[in-house]
Every structure is written in C-alpha cells, then in structure tokens.
C-alpha cells in the first residue's frame, strides 16, 4: 500500500481488482477498476492481461507472479527459493513458480528485487540483461512509523525478537535449538504459518511463538 500511494504523487496509478473494491482507506482517492472474468491464476493470467493490453496499459506487479501474456509489464522478484530448496514449498506452488517465473522475467520490462544477492541470482538463473534488474530495497511503512505502541503479554521481560513467515526457509529451527540450548536467552517470535510452506511443530522452551499481532503491538515488540 505504501509503495503505491508514493507512486501515486508521481504518476496516475489504477488499481485493478477481480471483484470487490479495496476497502484501505488510505487508498480511497485513487481510481479502483473491477475488471470481470473469473479469479486467482486464472483472472492474474488471462483476465488481467487482456485487458491491460487492450487499454495499453503498463503492469506493475509487486508480488512475485505477473501475466505471462501482459505486453508492458514490470514485475518483483523478492527471491529464488522455491528453486534451491524444494523441501520448503508444496509441490502446487513449486510447479507454479518454476513454469512461470521464467516466462515472466525474460518477458517482463523490467524486474524489481530486494537485495543485491537476489538480483545477481536472477541474473545467473535466468540469463538476462543486468540493466533490466533494479534492486529496491525494503523500508518501514508509514503505518508501523505512525502507530501507538500497544504492550501485548509475553513471558519475558528481556528477549530477542524475529518477525517473519513461520517455516524452515527462515531456519527457525536451528535458530530455536540455539535458544533452547541457553540457561538466560529468550525468543519472541512473531508471524503466522503459510499452507504453501512447511511448517515447525516442535516446542522450545525458551522460545514464546506471539503468532499474527496488529502494528501497535509489533511497534511495541520492537521498542521492548
């Protein structure tokens, strides 16, 4: 939401949707198009493009996936994952992302990633221009900046705090076994599972799992 309304000052943003209108406030002066056909890959891959290039639209896709047939379209690539550890993700997602990544990225005008690692990893993988990949990195949004802290109950009065997707990509469990081997040192963790990744389902005693929280509360997790 945030690289969207900051785009917005720049240049004429259309947010296009499946079928119900956002409901983020923050978004409310910007121009919300229902284009109709269908939803999930099947309105991403077929509804979307048609459409965007009926109107000679550009496409900026932020999450990862893009229409393989969109003719102007920009797209980010947080990471390759799903190509180096297979153990991770579900077959579905696996076979997904590996038939058509490729496709988007050599087709896509340009290809946004988060980090330098990443983007020579695409470069390597996908045998594409250099120039063609721009890292823009990560920040905090204005939401998390603005929040009131908000204190949630946890058992510790000192810890350290880890705030991601909970599965074996972000190496939770070694990094729990470490916790778990220590007499004073304590973990937060704050972040829900995701059906398309394995999950943990050990128990650590040093490690209190918070789940989802709203910002105040992470604000909170943070400062403390």
Known sequence: IDLV??????????ILVPNLPLKDES?????????????????EQLTLPLYVNKKGLTLLNLCNMAPVFARNSWVTVHDLAFIKNKAWFSFTFRFIYNLLIPIIVKRSKKVFTVSK???????????????????????????????????????????????GSVNPRKNYEWLCEFFDSSKDLKLVIVGGSNKNFKSIDKEFKNVHWVGFCDVPELKWLYIN
């Open 5 to 14: 309304l900051e785009l917005s000052q720049e240049i004429n943003c259309v």
């Open 27 to 43: 978004l409310s002066h910007l121009e919300i198009k229902i284009v109709k056909g269908g939803n999930g890959y099947f309105w």
């Open 117 to 163: 690692t990443v983007k020579q990893e695409i470069i390597d993988e996908y045998k594409v221009d250099p120039d063609k990949v721009e890292v823009v990195y990560n920040k905090v949004s204005q939401e998390f900046l603005d929040a009131k802290p908000k204190e949630i109950s946890i058992p510790y009065q000192e810890y350290f705090l880890v705030v």
